[in-house]
């Protein structure tokens, strides 16, 4: 599907979905507890669609019903060497989750994905799977595991991704020993790994700092049932407040403040933007923000640089390329640094182009925000990308006032 932007400001309330992050997190806690949990508010996406259907890998029988999504969980037991298989579409989330999970359940698995998945990096799980002496093998786009996930000392860097760390945290408790993640490297996105936490606590399960790079996970646990609420994603509200500063009159409903998710910065970076003058933003802590911050620092007063955000190159797309280029299409000037992004504002962006999504949700939906401050309409192609974590985004962009027409279909 392709998608023409005709420019104008957005104006009135909206409501995002709730947080993809914490679904995944929710949805695999209650998978591994022996009963029925429910949770309330899940945003249906592909991306938890993905989880879902993994977590019926994992013999979970999960219900749609009025009140909520209902899980009846396993209680984290399986045969060893029940042949499971994962297909984890182009979910990064469930991928490195379950890898660590599927190791302590049943000893191993088959996985497989779609788009630039198996590309992503997996090098901190197989470093450690030497060295417990756990068989693994990558052919293209599938992988498989099998061996004994043993209790004690893991561990792995901090800056490739804190998705390996929140993985042992939901398999490492289910050992027959106590355990330590220790974390070599300074932790980046370390909000992620609070998320963890706080979701593996409502499921009974307990592992806690030591330290600033360290984590105790005793052994021994069982999860669970718990009765849960997704709250609002920041990540997504992003893209709303992005147009609120840009100049859209945006009131974004449904959000907490007092949020663990890292992204709900995005709100004190908006507000950092909105003035003149030339601003750096360290994004390792939020690298998800990149592309809201980055369409509004294309047309704000001032350079913007936005800096340690190498890990952008392997997500969907390799996202510092996409933002540039995409950008730059538009109008801006965007310079591509190994880490990050130098952007010179200007008043407004000149549009009257096509340009590609490169299959990846936050580029489209940067573009869209991008859009409102064109002096010409914008396409995009390969829309639907957004369905990976905001399905309904090109509704809520027309209920907003937002002229959009749609070329093929979904």
């Excluded at 104008?8 to 949805?27: D, E, I, N, Y």
């Excluded at 302590?104 to 788009?115: D, L, M, N, Q, R």
């Excluded at 450690?128 to 595991?145: C, T």
């Excluded at 401050?373 to 399905?391: D, F």
Aim: glycine fraction near 10%; charge should be negative; aromatic fraction near 6%.
């Amino acid at each position: 599907m392709n998608v023409t932007i005709t420019p104008g400001r957005l104006s009135g309330k909206v409501t995002p979905p709730t947080s993809k992050s914490q679904g995944h997190r929710l949805l695999l806690a209650a998978a591994l507890a022996e009963g029925e949990s429910v949770i309330c508010g899940l945003s249906p996406s592909r991306d938890i669609e993905a989880t879902t259907a993994c977590i019926c890998a994992l013999g979970a029988r999960v219900e749609q019903r009025e009140d909520g999504l209902h899980v009846m969980g396993r209680g984290g037991k399986m045969d060893k060497g029940t042949s499971l298989f994962f297909d984890c579409g182009e979910s990064g989330s469930t991928l490195r989750f379950l890898i660590p999970i599927a190791l302590a359940v049943a000893g191993g698995g088959s996985f497989t994905g779609h788009g630039r998945l198996m590309e992503r990096p997996l090098k901190p799980y197989f470093d450690i799977f030497e060295e417990k002496d756990i068989y693994y093998a990558q052919f293209g786009d599938k992988a498989g595991l099998e061996g004994a996930l043993p209790p004690g000392d893991y561990c792995l860097p901090g800056d490739v991704s804190s998705q390996f760390i929140t993985g042992l945290l939901y398999a490492l408790p289910l050992l027959e020993g106590d355990s330590r993640i220790v974390i070599t490297t300074p932790l980046e996105s370390r909000a992620y790994v609070d998320m963890t936490l706080d979701a593996l606590a409502q499921f009974g399960i307990t592992a806690r700092w030591e330290g600033e790079q360290m984590l105790l996970v005793p052994g021994k646990q069982m999860y669970r049932p718990a009765h849960v609420r997704v709250e609002g994603d920041w990540s997504q509200a992003a893209f709303w407040l992005a147009a609120r500063t840009l100049g859209s009159d945006i009131d974004v409903l449904g959000m907490d403040n007092l949020s663990r998710q890292g992204d709900k910065c995005i709100a004190a970076c908006c507000e950092k933007l909105a003035q003149n003058g030339d601003v750096k933003l360290d994004v390792s802590q939020c690298p998800d923000l990149v592309p809201s911050l980055s369409a509004v620092a294309a047309v704000r007063r001032g350079t913007t640089r936005i800096v340690n955000a190498a890990r952008l190159r392997m997500k969907e797309s390799d996202r510092l390329t996409a933002v540039a280029r995409v950008l730059n299409a538009m109008g801006a000037r965007v310079e591509e640094l190994p880490d990050g992004l130098v952007i010179i504002g200007g008043e407004g962006l000149t549009g009257g182009v096509e340009i590609d999504s490169y299959n990846d949700h936050r580029i489209a939906m940067m573009a869209a925000v991008a859009a409102v401050r064109c002096e010409k309409p914008v396409t995009i192609l390969g829309a639907e990308c957004v369905n990976k974590s905001y399905p309904a985004f090109w509704q809520d962009y027309r209920r907003l006032g937002g002229t959009v027409e749609e070329k093929g279909a979904v």
